[in-house]
């Protein structure tokens, strides 16, 4: 390897082109084993490629609220959005902000894009209802009397469905309600005032002392009859059969659903269990609340949602809880519905107005998350469908089939110019190229579950576009040895002496396409996005081909007996490059001889 | 091709070659021509602007064996808007029909697919909103906009702003051509062709820089030196480095144009062939553009410079000085002032490359102060 070199010594990874060329092919290698080991041995395919729909979103505020636009609301209508299209029994589903005023939902093949779109479009709806009867989320096997006008006794206690093979606890607010809990783990109350300590038993629910089976107060709580509730039998029977565990069941829930309804939804319970309720007639709707936040409760060490109400709100809020508070579990809770779905059922102790505070088993994210869906349930934002893209599988195939085919003959036409071009010197151009293919092929693959980066058409043509800006590198570093060897060095100095010169070259115009690349990528929206990252990714690879793969690769061949010695094949013979031979002859070059005087 | 590598040898040394920048009035002449026929191109002809920029939806159907004729007229019947269709190289058809709302689209869709006889899954939609196109067209005038203050910053700092101010030219003159091309052709205008639009921007400026860093190296000791002036000395570079910017292009232009000509080819049409169109159109004129406007736009700012201008003096007075010492002119470059037209384009001349004609009168030697 250590050929002594004549003349300068170049410094740094130049100097030593067998150790880079190791470095660099390790890196490759290592890449290419991540990607095997990963299991991730291809890129992942964007909608337009494999088959599904994307719709894309744009938000609009409403009238008056012009700065709900930003981030936090973007990303609880994502949360939402998400929550929806995977309640459709699509696990697959993608859902992005893109830019700052756009969602992009991703759907896989496979599932009713009509059905999507129907709840992907629609704003979300945020309700308190008071709860009437819980049970756990599987179909019940015995008639659970459930409260209702008509029947008059009910502890609220329905039997152990054992839809999900697992039995929660029996609804009874019982103080041993943990983390294992019910909905009753959340209890709603005043907010503590900020010093003063609040009495410590508060994340278990006492039960209010209030004697449960007062009649009078189950018609407070269940009267109001709707315009609309269906019959009592009906409303039970849709209880009774309701398999809160299967998602499409519970997307059924929620359609022309009105406020003022008697609904059955389902929620998870604290303890991550699907349970069923009956519920009320909304009373306060997402609008009334004014602003909620999930919060370190400081004295108690323990998480809580803190809410504050609008005016309006207040009075609803005042009137249905001194209504709950008077009532026994479990109709003294108030379920807080999100698009049909119980997201919280904390029971009311006391009778509230401008401010509560949620306290129950929560964690940091599950009581920021509430208080998002709270402060943003009803969200301020309306979101008007811009594009709908359904690609059937076989097109996005077919799609897929010609990028790659066009990829392959732009590869070989490069391939070709540069054989007929260069000669020999395209063995480094080739290899360089294959280097570039290995290095983009592997870090796609790895970069799919890494960042979420989903091959698409443009992608592809991104690619295929770098095949040029890549070769481009290699033209100016040959280009630059030959000029060198026109000017009569030999090939080892020319090809030191060319690359400080063609890395400038390389590096500006690369920055250059770096940057298009980057403010594509940062402005636009969508499938363009897909093809800036491309670019620019390639964009950095193709400098670190050339840096630590053409060059030393560069270097290592110019010790050849090929290369170094201008065979007329190797696209470095001097004559052919109309070197100046080292004698003087002159062909009307240079030499001006005049007379030196001023 | 060792032909081809004598030449490049000869216009490297400046043994041949052309001079651009004496006859730079003739290609601005030819640049505004074109620029003012692409700009009346957009202005009489407008763009035709496609279905993601009125809103609408556009169908993909399988393969079939559907007439042409029928398939508009069951789109048509569907959906009681006009419709567009074509047939694609692989039997599949493409039927846009405009001003479809999104919600009015799944029905057209079922429609279309009863009346074609195929299953419903297999036909691909793609539902635009009105305001989609107007999104896309928002973000790419932003980043347009972006991109430009930032790279002649940074074309400012890596050369100087001479050569920023020149690439900015050329880079609106590239995108004007384009979108002329567009307009002049009816070319349908998609998001792929913004995609397309804005990846010139990277490109056309690439084969720029690479003439630019030459004319950067060659001016480097310029003042030190009598021989000849800053515009011929660009003219050199630019000789120097035309082999190389011609490899680059072809080279950048071999794979779009094989996902032009092969990917529009299998699908007939799409985004591939969307962006590689305006990709095509666009690098064509970044090519042309860096070498026959940038440059002699860089030699004419930099004339302006009181040191070029100094240079120049020395220059031309050291030439007349040679002049009269012998007439035999062995080293002269550059155009003594009477120089006798020529008519070759390009002619064995001095060593400065620039050949010893004068355009025809067009405009003014380089080498004459006004």
């Given at each position: 390897?250590?050929?002594p070199?004549?003349?300068?010594?170049?410094?740094?990874?130049?100097?030593?082109p067998g150790r880079?060329l190791?470095f660099?092919?390790i890196?490759m290698?290592a890449l290419?084993?991540?990607?095997?080991?990963?299991?991730?041995?291809?890129?992942?395919?964007?909608?337009?490629?494999?088959?599904?729909t994307t719709?894309t979103?744009?938000?609009?505020?409403?009238p008056?609220k012009?700065?709900?636009v930003n981030?936090?609301?973007m990303?609880?209508?994502?949360g939402i959005?998400?929550?929806?299209?995977?309640?459709?029994?699509v696990?697959?589903?993608e859902?992005?902000?893109?830019?700052?005023s756009?969602?992009v939902?991703?759907i896989?093949?496979g599932t009713n894009?009509?059905?999507?779109?129907?709840?992907?479009?629609?704003t979300a709806q945020?309700?308190?209802?008071p709860?009437?009867?819980v049970?756990a989320?599987?179909?019940?096997?015995?008639?659970?009397?459930a409260?209702?006008p008509?029947?008059?006794?009910?502890?609220g206690t329905?039997?152990?469905?054992k839809?999900?093979?697992?039995?929660?606890p029996?609804?009874?607010?019982?103080p041993?309600?943990?983390?294992?809990g019910?909905a009753v783990?959340?209890g709603?109350?005043a907010?503590s005032?900020?010093?003063?300590?609040?009495?410590?038993?508060?994340?278990?629910d006492?039960?209010?002392?209030?004697p449960?089976d007062?009649?009078?107060?189950k018609?407070a709580?269940?009267k109001t009859p709707?315009?609309?509730?269906?019959?009592?039998?009906?409303l039970?029977?849709?209880?009774?059969?309701l398999n809160?565990?299967k998602?499409?069941?519970?997307?059924?829930l929620?359609e022309n659903?009105?406020?003022?309804?008697?609904?059955?939804?389902c929620?998870?319970n604290s303890?991550?269990?699907?349970e069923k309720?009956?519920?009320?007639?909304?009373?306060v709707?997402?609008?009334?609340?004014?602003?909620a936040?999930g919060q370190?409760?400081?004295?108690?060490?323990?998480w809580?949602?803190t809410?504050?109400?609008?005016?309006s709100g207040?009075?609803?809020?005042?009137?249905?809880?001194?209504?709950?508070s008077q009532q026994?579990?479990p109709?003294n809770?108030f379920?807080i519905v999100?698009?049909?779905?119980v997201?919280s059922?904390?029971s009311?102790?006391q009778?509230?107005?401008a401010n509560?505070?949620?306290s129950g088993?929560?964690?940091?994210?599950s009581?920021?998350?509430?208080?998002?869906?709270?402060?943003y349930?009803?969200?301020p934002?309306?979101?008007?469908?811009?594009?709908?893209d359904?690609?059937?599988?076989a097109?996005g195939?077919?799609?897929l089939?010609?990028?790659?085919?066009?990829?392959?003959?732009?590869?070989?036409?490069?391939?070709?110019y540069?054989v007929v071009y260069y000669?020999g010197?395209?063995?480094?151009a080739?290899?360089?190229l294959?280097?570039?293919?290995?290095?983009?092929?592997?870090?796609?693959s790895?970069?799919g579950?890494?960042?979420?980066?989903?091959?698409?058409l443009?992608?592809v043509c991104g690619?295929i576009?770098?095949?040029?800006?890549?070769a481009?590198?290699?033209i100016?570093?040959f280009?630059r040895?030959r000029d060198?060897?026109?000017e009569?060095?030999?090939l080892r100095p020319?090809?030191e002496r060319a690359?400080p010169?063609?890395?400038?070259t390389?590096l500006v115009?690369?920055f250059?396409?770096?940057?298009?690349?980057?403010?594509?990528?940062?402005?636009?929206v969508?499938?363009?996005?897909?093809?800036a990252?491309?670019l620019?990714l390639?964009?950095?690879l193709?400098?670190?081909?050339?840096?630590?793969f053409?060059?030393p690769?560069?270097?290592?061949l110019a010790?050849t007996k090929?290369?170094?010695?201008?065979h007329?094949?190797s696209?470095?013979?001097p004559?052919?490059?109309?070197a100046?031979?080292?004698?003087?002859?002159?062909?009307?070059?240079?030499a001006p001889?005049e007379p030196?005087?001023? | 091709?060792s032909?081809?590598g004598?030449?490049?040898?000869?216009?490297?040394?400046?043994e041949?070659g052309y001079d651009?920048?004496?006859?730079?009035?003739?290609?601005y002449?030819?640049?505004?021509?074109?620029?003012i026929?692409?700009?009346?191109?957009?202005?009489?002809?407008g763009?035709?602007?496609g279905i993601?920029?009125?809103?609408g939806a556009?169908f993909?159907?399988?393969?079939?064996?559907?007439s042409v004729?029928d398939a508009?007229e069951?789109?048509?019947e569907?959906?009681?808007?006009?419709?567009?269709?074509?047939k694609?190289?692989?039997?599949t058809?493409?039927?846009?029909?405009?001003?479809?709302n999104t919600?009015?689209?799944?029905?057209?869709?079922?429609d279309?697919a009863?009346?074609?006889?195929m299953?419903?899954?297999?036909?691909g939609a793609?539902?635009?909103?009105?305001?989609?196109?107007?999104q896309i067209?928002?973000?790419?005038?932003?980043g347009?906009?972006?991109?430009?203050?930032?790279?002649?910053?940074?074309l400012?700092?890596?050369?100087?702003?001479r050569?920023?101010?020149?690439?900015l030219?050329?880079l609106?003159h590239d995108?004007?051509?384009?979108?002329?091309?567009y307009?002049?052709?009816?070319?349908e205008?998609t998001?792929g062709?913004?995609?397309?639009?804005?990846t010139i921007?990277g490109?056309s400026?690439y084969d720029?820089?690479?003439?630019?860093?030459?004319l950067?190296e060659?001016s480097?000791?310029?003042?030190k030196q009598?021989r000849?002036t800053?515009?011929?000395m660009a003219n050199?570079?630019?000789n120097?480095?035309?082999v190389?910017?011609?490899?680059?292009t072809?080279v950048a232009?071999l794979?779009?144009?094989?996902?032009?000509?092969i990917?529009g080819?299998f699908?007939?049409?799409?985004m591939?062939?969307?962006i590689?169109?305006s990709l095509?159109v666009?690098l064509?004129?970044?090519?042309y553009?860096s070498?026959?406007?940038a440059?002699?736009?860089?030699?004419?700012?930099?004339?302006?410079?009181?040191?070029?201008k100094?240079?120049r003096k020395r220059?031309?007075?050291?030439?007349?000085?040679?002049e009269?010492?012998d007439?035999?002119?062995t080293e002269q470059?550059?155009d003594?002032q009477?120089?006798v037209?020529?008519?070759?384009?390009?002619?064995a001349?001095g060593p400065?490359?620039?050949v010893?004609?004068?355009g025809r009168?067009r405009?003014r030697?380089?080498?004459?102060?006004?």
């Amino acid at each position: 390897m250590a050929a002594p070199k004549r003349g300068r010594r170049p410094t740094g990874a130049q100097g030593k082109p067998g150790r880079t060329l190791a470095f660099i092919l390790i890196v490759m290698a290592a890449l290419t084993g991540g990607m095997f080991l990963s299991g991730d041995t291809s890129p992942r395919l964007g909608i337009d490629l494999a088959g599904g729909t994307t719709i894309t979103l744009k938000a609009k505020a409403e009238p008056g609220k012009e700065n709900a636009v930003n981030e936090t609301n973007m990303n609880t209508a994502v949360g939402i959005i998400e929550r929806r299209v995977n309640g459709l029994g699509v696990s697959e589903a993608e859902v992005q902000t893109q830019g700052s005023s756009n969602i992009v939902v991703n759907i896989p093949k496979g599932t009713n894009s009509e059905e999507a779109r129907k709840q992907v479009g629609t704003t979300a709806q945020l309700y308190f209802r008071p709860v009437l009867n819980v049970a756990a989320g599987g179909p019940v096997k015995q008639e659970t009397p459930a409260p209702s006008p008509s029947s008059s006794a009910s502890t609220g206690t329905a039997d152990k469905g054992k839809g999900d093979g697992k039995a929660s606890p029996p609804p009874k607010a019982s103080p041993d309600a943990t983390a294992q809990g019910r909905a009753v783990t959340e209890g709603l109350k005043a907010p503590s005032p900020g010093t003063s300590g609040s009495p410590a038993a508060d994340s278990a629910d006492k039960p209010a002392d209030k004697p449960a089976d007062k009649p009078a107060d189950k018609e407070a709580a269940a009267k109001t009859p709707a315009p609309s509730t269906p019959a009592a039998s009906d409303l039970e029977q849709r209880f009774t059969a309701l398999n809160c565990t299967k998602p499409e069941e519970r997307s059924a829930l929620n359609e022309n659903v009105k406020p003022e309804d008697t609904i059955v939804a389902c929620g998870k319970n604290s303890a991550d269990q699907w349970e069923k309720y009956i519920l009320g007639p909304a009373e306060v709707d997402g609008k009334d609340v004014d602003e909620a936040k999930g919060q370190l409760d400081q004295q108690r060490g323990m998480w809580i949602v803190t809410m504050d109400f609008t005016k309006s709100g207040s009075k609803k809020f005042e009137k249905i809880t001194s209504k709950l508070s008077q009532q026994q579990a479990p109709l003294n809770q108030f379920a807080i519905v999100l698009d049909g779905e119980v997201m919280s059922a904390p029971s009311v102790q006391q009778t509230l107005s401008a401010n509560a505070e949620i306290s129950g088993s929560f964690d940091r994210d599950s009581a920021q998350s509430l208080g998002n869906i709270l402060s943003y349930g009803a969200l301020p934002l309306s979101f008007e469908e811009q594009s709908v893209d359904t690609v059937s599988a076989a097109l996005g195939g077919e799609q897929l089939r010609a990028g790659l085919i066009a990829g392959a003959i732009g590869l070989a036409l490069v391939i070709i110019y540069l054989v007929v071009y260069y000669r020999g010197l395209s063995i480094v151009a080739i290899l360089s190229l294959l280097a570039s293919a290995v290095l983009t092929y592997s870090l796609m693959s790895l970069l799919g579950p890494g960042i979420g980066f989903a091959l698409n058409l443009p992608a592809v043509c991104g690619a295929i576009v770098a095949i040029g800006i890549t070769a481009d590198s290699f033209i100016v570093y040959f280009e630059r040895i030959r000029d060198e060897i026109r000017e009569g060095r030999t090939l080892r100095p020319a090809v030191e002496r060319a690359w400080p010169r063609a890395r400038r070259t390389i590096l500006v115009s690369d920055f250059v396409s770096f940057l298009a690349a980057a403010v594509l990528f940062a402005v636009t929206v969508g499938k363009v996005q897909g093809f800036a990252f491309t670019l620019g990714l390639t964009t950095l690879l193709d400098v670190v081909v050339v840096f630590f793969f053409t060059k030393p690769l560069m270097t290592l061949l110019a010790r050849t007996k090929f290369f170094g010695n201008g065979h007329p094949w190797s696209g470095l013979d001097p004559a052919r490059l109309g070197a100046k031979p080292p004698l003087r002859r002159s062909r009307r070059t240079t030499a001006p001889t005049e007379p030196k005087e001023a | 091709m060792s032909r081809l590598g004598t030449i490049g040898a000869r216009l490297y040394r400046g043994e041949i070659g052309y001079d651009f920048v004496r006859h730079r009035k003739f290609w601005y002449a030819v640049s505004i021509l074109i620029t003012i026929a692409a700009i009346a191109g957009v202005a009489i002809r407008g763009l035709n602007m496609g279905i993601e920029f009125k809103g609408g939806a556009v169908f993909t159907t399988p393969s079939t064996k559907v007439s042409v004729t029928d398939a508009r007229e069951y789109a048509e019947e569907a959906s009681g808007h006009p419709a567009i269709v074509q047939k694609l190289g692989n039997g599949t058809m493409r039927i846009q029909v405009a001003e479809l709302n999104t919600s009015q689209a799944a029905q057209v869709k079922s429609d279309l697919a009863r009346d074609m006889k195929m299953d419903i899954d297999k036909i691909g939609a793609e539902l635009v909103g009105p305001s989609w196109g107007k999104q896309i067209a928002n973000k790419a005038w932003t980043g347009l906009a972006i991109f430009m203050v930032l790279v002649v910053i940074y074309l400012a700092i890596a050369f100087e702003w001479r050569m920023a101010l020149a690439a900015l030219i050329a880079l609106i003159h590239d995108l004007t051509i384009t979108v002329g091309v567009y307009a002049l052709v009816g070319f349908e205008v998609t998001p792929g062709t913004v995609i397309g639009l804005l990846t010139i921007l990277g490109y056309s400026l690439y084969d720029t820089v690479v003439v630019f860093d030459g004319l950067k190296e060659g001016s480097k000791d310029i003042t030190k030196q009598t021989r000849f002036t800053y515009s011929e000395m660009a003219n050199r570079s630019l000789n120097g480095t035309l082999v190389r910017s011609i490899n680059t292009t072809i080279v950048a232009l071999l794979p779009v144009a094989g996902l032009l000509f092969i990917g529009g080819g299998f699908l007939g049409a799409g985004m591939l062939n969307d962006i590689s169109l305006s990709l095509f159109v666009g690098l064509a004129a970044g090519a042309y553009s860096s070498i026959f406007i940038a440059t002699p736009l860089v030699a004419d700012f930099k004339e302006y410079d009181p040191q070029m201008k100094a240079l120049r003096k020395r220059v031309l007075a050291k030439r007349a000085k040679g002049e009269q010492a012998d007439g035999d002119q062995t080293e002269q470059d550059g155009d003594p002032q009477d120089t006798v037209p020529g008519e070759a384009a390009v002619a064995a001349a001095g060593p400065a490359g620039v050949v010893e004609q004068r355009g025809r009168g067009r405009g003014r030697s380089s080498g004459r102060r006004r």
